[in-house]
């Protein structure tokens, strides 16, 4: 008997509670303790499958427990309680609230073993998560909060034809591998890509993530790409394609983050860049792949979360998000904690050894070099070249140092963040450093049996190369890297932006014109087919002055009948016209049937 419950509901019921607890110490003590209950109930969780329930003939599957669940159900409460962490200065309490349902919904992905389950708790994660956009309060919020959710639900819709095409051909509903030869696979691929931000899919996160608010942005890093990871490696594994895209991710993501200036922006292509080394390793498909995919999950939730916190702080304590008002205004000396947490970050997405990114990202590499598929890892090294410049040089420089310019210093102010959101940024950080160090843990989490040593010469000298290299480039062509002005870069959204205004301008002029046109025609016949109801004899006389061109009498001001003139029809002679109408619509009813 299982006395525990889905870590789901841990999360629902808590965000439903919340807003009702007096006092703000209370609504704080509470969101901190969540992630706690939610993390001591995964540890008493057994492997197995649990809480079924029987719905319109089928079973429903609240909890499907084995190891590839574990080890994202246990990476996704831990950034929650460490992202609430950050957050807890926040007095929006409804921003909690969208962020644990977001959470909550997640974990019912991750532990979900039926279709039914898996499409309404990502369905949540949609409506959830949007929230955390629009809380940013601003017109570029609202639009791509917009744009975000109908991404979202375009890809729901897509996902539940291939869920319904699945249930009919197989009758089932149950969640595991399917047949990618099948066109209900090929619709449940699709909708699962769209979260996992795959090009030319991808646009809704860099579009959006950047336009969260700074502590709702830090809780979408984690949750809506992993998630779809975590489907994939699930329903998908060894699926070739997925090869090919997850490759593309890692240099597609780069390039664009290269040439950003906004610091989110910036970091939000690198999650396309670095969802890519999962994608990638789904598809390869092999034990290490699918290992690496989950421990390169697991890492860059963390990494990636420290490095919107970093960005977060200063964008929290400056007002600005761009490094092109951040340069040249010394801010490593007024935020040294934030730099240096932030770096811990950016070495460990880059790969630098000692670091979880070193661990994962090498594992991921590695399979694809067992499974002899050199081209995919020259695309993955090149990635990892690309990361380093832009996460672990270009913006740390743009925003902590930088060249000074003429400009007054108008951030001369400016101080360490809040301590919630330090102690979250270190606790992060001891994590990231703990896990490059000491990977045992995160190994034993992982769906298969570990035979990896990362800290081999031959990786550690290959990590070094690229990096010292990557270095000396940044500062060879620094000046050419920082030049330029902040500039939005034309991404595949362009096409989709603009047919959307394509389409509001053409319902806003030519189609609303013929609109009014039509009412107006339609409007003018009503009043004039009114007037002659009203008295039949007055508009006839009316009628027969214009024929013969002589001017309508004084008596019809404007030539429409007031209540002043009205000559009412004797009421006789409307009888008569009704019973000569009725009889000539018999006689022609009547001889149209004998023809039918």
């Known amino acids: 008997m299982i006395s525990i419950v889905p870590p789901a ?30 993390f001591i109930d995964l540890l008493y969780m057994p492997h197995g499958v649990y809480w079924t329930y029987p719905f319109l003939g089928y079973e429903l599957v609240l909890g499907r427990v084995d190891k590839l669940s574990m080890v994202f159900g246990y990476v996704f409460v831990i950034i929650s309680f460490l992202s609430i962490l950050y957050a807890i200065h926040i007095r929006e309490y409804g921003q909690h609230v969208a962020a644990y349902l977001y959470v909550g919904s997640s974990l019912g992905v991750v532990f979900s073993g039926d279709l039914f389950t898996l499409f309404v708790c990502w369905e949540i994660m949609a409506a959830a998560s949007v929230f955390l956009i629009w809380y940013g309060r601003t017109k570029a919020s609202l639009d791509a909060g917009f744009r975000y959710i109908l991404v979202h639900l375009a890809g729901g819709c897509i996902l539940m034809a291939g869920i319904v095409m699945q249930v009919v051909q197989t ?10 030869g099948t066109t209900a696979a090929k619709f449940i691929l699709a909708g699962f890509i769209i979260n996992a931000a795959v090009p030319p899919l991808h646009a809704w996160l860099p579009d ?17 790409t992993k998630s779809a990871v975590y489907v994939l490696a699930r329903s998908f594994a060894g699926v070739e394609i997925l090869v090919w895209l997850g490759a593309v991710m890692t240099i597609y993501g780069v390039v664009y983050a290269v040439l950003e200036k906004d610091l989110r922006r910036l970091l939000a292509y690198h ?65 040294p904690l934030t730099l240096a947490l932030y770096m811990v970050g950016a070495f460990s997405i880059s790969a630098v050894p000692l670091f979880n990114g070193f661990v994962s990202k ?33 913006l740390p420089w743009g925003t902590w140092f930088g060249k000074p310019d003429a400009k007054p210093d108008e951030i001369s102010p400016a101080k360490e963040p809040p301590i919630n959101m330090l102690l979250a940024m270190g606790l992060t950080a001891f994590l990231c450093i703990f896990t490059g160090i000491y990977p045992k843990p995160i190994y034993d989490l992982l769906p298969y049996a570990v035979d990896f040593h990362p800290y081999e010469a031959g990786y550690v000298v290959a990590a070094l ?34 047919f959307g205004r394509a389409l509001f301008r053409f319902c806003h002029s030519p189609l609303q014109g013929f609109s009014n046109s039509l009412r107006s025609c339609t409007t003018g016949g009503t009043a004039r087919l009114a007037d002659f109801s009203r008295n039949p004899l007055t508009v006839l006389e ?13 008596k019809y001001p404007a030539g429409r009948i007031s209540s002043t003139t009205n000559r009412p029809f004797p009421i006789g002679w409307g009888v008569c016209v009704s019973i000569l109408f009725l009889f000539f619509y018999g006689l022609v009813y009547l001889r149209l049937s004998t023809f039918f």
Not at 208 to 224: K, L, N, Q, R
Not at 474 to 494: C, E, H, Q, R, Y
Request: glycine share 10%.
């Open 171 to 180: 009758g089932s509903i149950g969640f595991s591998m399917f047949d990618f």
């Open 362 to 394: 090498t594992m991921v590499v590695a399979a694809a070099g067992k499974l002899d598929r050199p081209a995919i890892e020259l695309m993955l090294h090149l990635a990892s070249i690309g990361t380093f410049l832009s996460v672990g040089l270009k």
């Open 9 to 38: 509901f841990i999360y629902f019921i808590g965000a439903l509670i919340l807003p009702f607890l007096p006092g703000r110490k209370m609504k704080q003590t509470l969101a901190l303790l969540i992630p706690v209950i939610a």
């Open 465 to 498: 190369q690229l990096l010292l290299l990557t270095a000396a480039a940044f500062w060879i062509f620094i000046d050419k890297l920082m030049a330029g002005k902040p500039a939005v870069s034309l991404d595949t959204d362009w096409f989709y932006r603009m």
């Open 542 to 554: 009316m009628l027969w002055h214009k024929l013969q061109g002589k001017a309508v009498p004084d």
């Open 271 to 335: 999650i396309v860049s670095q969802v890519g080394y999962m994608v990638c390793g789904v598809g390869l498909g092999s034990q290490m792949a699918i290992n690496g995919a989950s421990a390169h999950a697991f890492c860059h939730i963390l990494y990636k979360a420290l490095l919107f916190m970093g960005a977060g702080a200063v964008i929290h304590v400056t007002g600005k998000r761009k490094m092109t008002d951040l340069q040249g205004h010394n801010l490593y000396r007024k935020m």
């Open 208 to 224: 959006a993530y950047p336009e969260g608010t700074i502590t709702g942005s830090v809780f979408m890093t984690a949750f809506t």
